[in-house]
């Protein structure tokens, strides 16, 4: 992630999951009744109960003209915004009454303040009023242009709800019907009962008069002017360079992290690319057993549960034709080259989970070497990757035979590999130093340059275990042409040459994971941690892997150092998974939980897989996949614009604010 794209990211904190509508309601209700205990005065308060009957009178004021336009709107936006083919909620409907409420009761209180410091008198309050409800007006026309995506003559219909159903109320109360010279003698015997009921109404009210609602109508024009020239001029940039809206962005932005949407898949399709990656698959199987007919079983659960209880689909074959024992799977590493963004649940954003409910053994899905520009456009292209490596998987030819593990450094860059069969596992990591995503064209070059030694098929994992947040300018982005890209993979070359000289043996493997107490606004995904340990003529190798994104520094050594006196090599490896990160860009392994506590459970699961160590075979193929993509610099280019959105939209919403204010004010003085 570079730093535009953690700026972007980073935006997710201002963005809260909407409360539940009879939640905002309640809370409009009280407010209003507030605000009617402020603002109207029934009567001398002489005596305790007649003091009670008055509060309560002025509060049901309150209620009815400040209440019930908020519950109005809050009810029937919804249903008239989804009738003209928007798609807001019942939720964000009765938040956005509730937001326009509390924004009438404070420019109306400003003014009732000012009106106590200056000669100003009444009828300032209601010009204020004026304001105040159109102001709600060209609020809500904003949010449902930008919501639901409706034209600006349609969504003018569900906007005006809350402001006309106010209008109503006190063009009814205040009487301003008797100004008008209308009707007939039909009229005054039937409407105007109806149409003027002054004399139930508040005395304050009286002032209000037709010029009022004439303003109000204006100004409502100006604002919502305001509104569609603040929009196009945000949207122009994006429509240029990208070929899509901003509002589709905003809509599914927010969509997504207070509602848990998918409308932010519908935006990236648009963005998207295609694109061929391989998805290599590592799989280790038992030894197939004859002694009664019965199947050794499968490690899946060790040091977490039954297999039931794990993400890992349960359990393997039991029986071969004619009832012959055969092998069960122990543990499988599916590494496509894609990246697992971009947050929470949207693209390929759970696509370690996804991966472990698909598998037969124990899931190892790590981190590939793949930024962001290979993050899956939906959660559909999921499946597509699954594919791919059900595939790989039934093409893999096992052997019982595996090399000793060795490790290469070559700058900042170390390579952990280990050769089985003809194939090659390897972990690059830049720990102790920090570092991010290596980019797609790093990786297949790396992966390329350890083949050619006597490796056939290379699964090359991004230990993605050792950063610094989101801190500075370079966050250390593995890009092509940086002296990093040319020591991984120079590290990998010399990793691939050193694996196929290393010794051989049979090999030995155990498993073991725990779904950890935490949870991923800790930092920890569904996955918890999972570890692998091979024997190979005696030497122990450790892969650990965490369901999070990426690691504070010095974690992933302090976990290394407790495992010095159970085995001989080790590595620690994120998964990347992008759900932890749905509300905080930056939720590292080891920000929000103790270390001590995680490298205890670390160092317990390794002896657990230790003692789970048993005869397997082992056996890798690649298969490639064409999936839908962001593509090259889309990331980029939609950050830089989002941030630039950002930056400059809230001064030019500024600017657009005073100039309609300012027409406003010409409004007031020169209308009579």
Same mark, same amino acid.
């Given at each position: 992630?570079? $730093? ?19 939640? +905002? ?36 004021? %309150? ?24 798609? *807001?909620?019942?939720?964000?409907? !009765? ?7 509390? =924004? ?11 009106? =106590?410091?200056?000669?100003?008198? #009444? ?27 409706? +034209? ?27 100004? @008008? ?19 139930? $109404? ?9 010029? /009022?609602?004439? @303003?109000?109508?204006?100004?409502? %024009?100006?604002?919502? $002017? ?7 001029? &945000? ?9 899509? !809206? ?9 969509? /997504? ?41 499968? !490690? ?38 894609? /990246? ?22 124990l899931a190892f899905p790590p981190h590939a070497t793949a930024g962001h520009d290979f993050n899956l456009v939906t959660e559909r292209e999921v499946d597509t990757i699954l594919d791919a490596a059900d595939a790989a998987h039934s093409r893999i030819d096992y052997d019982t035979e595996a090399s000793e593990s060795v490790r290469r450094a070559e700058g900042e860059a170390s390579v952990l590999g280990q050769a089985f069969g003809d194939d090659g596992l390897l972990v690059s990591s830049f720990a102790p130093n920090f570092a991010d995503d290596?980019?797609?064209?790093? %990786?297949l070059s790396a992966a390329a340059e350890a083949r050619t030694t006597d490796l056939d098929d290379v699964l090359l994992v991004d230990a993605h275990n050792s950063n610094n947040g989101l801190e500075g300018e370079d966050l250390g982005h593995v890009t092509p042409g940086s002296r990093r890209s040319f020591e991984l993979i120079a590290a990998a070359g010399e990793a691939g040459t ?10 030995? @493997? ?13 930092? &920890? ?13 005696? #030497? ?54 103790? /270390?001590?506590?995680?490298?205890? *459970? ?37 950050? +830089? #614009?989002?941030?630039?959105?950002? +930056? ?9 604010? =005073? ?14």
């Amino acid at each position: 992630m570079t $730093a535009t794209q953690s700026n972007l990211a980073g935006l997710s904190r201002y963005v809260f999951r909407a409360p539940r509508w009879y939640a +905002s309601l309640a809370f409009a209700l009280v407010v209003a009744a507030m605000a009617g205990v402020a603002a109207f005065d029934s009567g001398e308060i002489d005596s305790t109960w007649r003091g009670l009957f008055f509060l309560g009178k002025d509060a049901w004021e %309150g209620i009815f003209f400040i209440g019930i336009p908020t519950v109005v709107a809050s009810f029937a936006t919804t249903g008239v915004d989804r009738f003209v083919g928007g798609k *807001l909620t019942p939720n964000r409907s !009765s938040l956005l009454a509730l937001a326009c409420e509390v =924004l009438v009761v404070a420019i109306v209180t400003a003014a009732a303040l000012v009106t =106590l410091l200056t000669p100003l008198g #009444q009828r300032f309050v209601f010009d204020a009023l004026i304001v105040a409800l159109a102001s709600i007006f060209a609020l809500r026309l904003l949010v449902l242009m930008a919501v639901s995506r409706s +034209s600006l003559l349609v969504a003018t219909v569900p906007a005006s709800l809350q402001t006309l159903v106010s209008a109503i109320l006190l063009f009814v109360y205040s009487g301003t019907v008797r100004y @008008l010279s209308v009707g007939g003698p039909l009229l005054d015997a039937y409407a105007m009962p109806y149409l003027a009921r002054s004399d139930r $109404a508040p005395p304050e009210l009286l002032v209000l008069g037709p010029d /009022h609602f004439f @303003l109000l109508v204006l100004v409502c %024009g100006v604002y919502a $002017a305001a509104v569609y020239v603040f929009l196009a001029v &945000i949207d122009r940039p994006w429509r240029h360079t990208l070929g899509v !809206s901003v509002l589709d962005f905003v809509r599914g932005f927010i969509g /997504h992290v207070a509602e848990g949407t998918r409308e932010l898949e519908e935006f990236f399709e648009q963005l998207g690319e295609e694109a061929v990656v391989p998805v290599t698959v590592l799989s280790f199987r038992t030894l197939a057993t004859a002694d009664g007919g019965t199947l050794e079983e499968s !490690s899946d659960a060790a040091g977490g549960g039954t297999a039931g209880e794990s993400p890992d689909a349960a359990g393997g074959e039991t029986a071969g034709d004619g009832g012959r024992p055969v092998a069960a799977e122990k543990a499988r590493f599916v590494l496509p080259m894609i /990246h697992p963004g971009p947050m929470g649940e949207i693209g390929g954003g759970n696509f370690p989970e996804r991966v472990a409910r698909r598998t037969e053994g124990l899931a190892f899905p790590p981190h590939a070497t793949a930024g962001h520009d290979f993050n899956l456009v939906t959660e559909r292209e999921v499946d597509t990757i699954l594919d791919a490596a059900d595939a790989a998987h039934s093409r893999i030819d096992y052997d019982t035979e595996a090399s000793e593990s060795v490790r290469r450094a070559e700058g900042e860059a170390s390579v952990l590999g280990q050769a089985f069969g003809d194939d090659g596992l390897l972990v690059s990591s830049f720990a102790p130093n920090f570092a991010d995503d290596v980019e797609y064209a790093v %990786g297949l070059s790396a992966a390329a340059e350890a083949r050619t030694t006597d490796l056939d098929d290379v699964l090359l994992v991004d230990a993605h275990n050792s950063n610094n947040g989101l801190e500075g300018e370079d966050l250390g982005h593995v890009t092509p042409g940086s002296r990093r890209s040319f020591e991984l993979i120079a590290a990998a070359g010399e990793a691939g040459t050193a694996v196929g000289r290393a010794g051989r043996g049979d090999l030995r @493997l155990g498993v073991a994971w725990d779904e950890t107490p935490w949870e991923p606004r800790e930092g &920890i995904g569904p996955l918890g941690v999972r570890v692998a340990v091979t024997e190979v003529n005696g #030497q122990r190798t450790a892969y650990v892997l965490v369901d999070g994104n990426n690691m504070v520094p010095g974690l992933r050594d302090r976990v290394l150092d407790a495992l010095d006196e159970t085995v001989d090599v080790a590595e620690v490896m994120t998964t990347d998974t992008h759900i932890v990160n749905t509300v905080e860009a930056d939720n590292q392994v080891g920000a929000a939980i103790d /270390h001590d506590a995680f490298v205890d *459970l670390v160092a317990d699961l390794v002896e657990e897989a230790v003692a789970d160590v048993e005869p397997v075979t082992a056996g890798m193929a690649v298969e490639r996949a064409e999936v839908t993509v962001f593509g090259n610099d889309r990331t980029e280019t939609l950050a +830089s #614009q989002a941030n630039v959105a950002v +930056s400059m939209g809230g001064a030019f919403a500024v600017a657009v604010t =005073l100039v309609a204010m300012a027409l406003s004010v010409l409004v007031f003085l020169f209308t009579p």
